[in-house]
């Protein structure tokens, strides 16, 4: 995809903002009974549903900040990513730390390997992703061994599909009329 320079980032990490809450919420409902079989009664209250919510809003954006560089310059990907993790800083997202989650959970583990070498470094991001997202959920009844388990699976699932809409994004977005000064 060719980079479009015209692009602002406060538009782009608003609308891969408000894309990646919205997939979520729209898959809630699947994902809701399967961590609910990991709690002690089975029941999911609105204050863990919240955190539970939180955290895959957190995973996935950390992930769409490495598909980046795939659509983006290097200036408009910092930029971006810049610019999205000030929005989770700031207003309504500020009491809840996303921002501090996504800098001091994902984004060493993400940028170790980018690092690395490896054959599929997509599945390799996706994989570091999960475990760290798996780590993080407060489902005490959850596998001590994650791979292979129901909860993994249906987070790789899920995640796989939540991610990946840059592309979309930046076309959208240099289809729309400029604003005017």
Do not use: C
Request: no cysteine; aromatic share 6%.
């Amino acid at each position: 995809m060719q980079p479009n320079d015209k692009l602002q980032p406060e538009a782009a990490a608003a609308a891969m903002l408000q894309l990646t809450m919205t997939s979520i919420d729209k898959q809630w409902g699947v994902l809701q009974p399967v961590f609910a079989a990991f709690t002690a009664d089975a029941v999911l209250t609105r204050e863990l549903e919240d955190t539970l919510l939180q955290e895959l809003y957190v995973a996935a954006l950390a992930l769409e900040l490495y598909d980046l560089p795939h659509v983006f310059t290097a200036e408009k990907d910092r930029e971006i990513e810049s610019e999205l993790l000030r929005i989770l800083a700031s207003g309504d997202f500020a009491p809840l730390g996303l921002a501090d989650t996504i800098r001091l959970h994902y984004l060493p583990r993400l940028r170790e390997i980018r690092r690395e070498e490896t054959a599929d470094v997509g599945a390799a991001l996706l994989e570091a992703a999960i475990g760290i997202l798996y780590e993080r959920l407060p489902l005490p009844l959850k596998p001590s061994k994650p791979q292979g388990s129901l909860l993994w699976s249906r987070l790789m699932q899920a995640m796989a599909l939540w991610i990946g809409k840059w592309p979309a994004i930046a076309r959208g977005l240099s289809a729309a009329p400029q604003s005017r000064p």
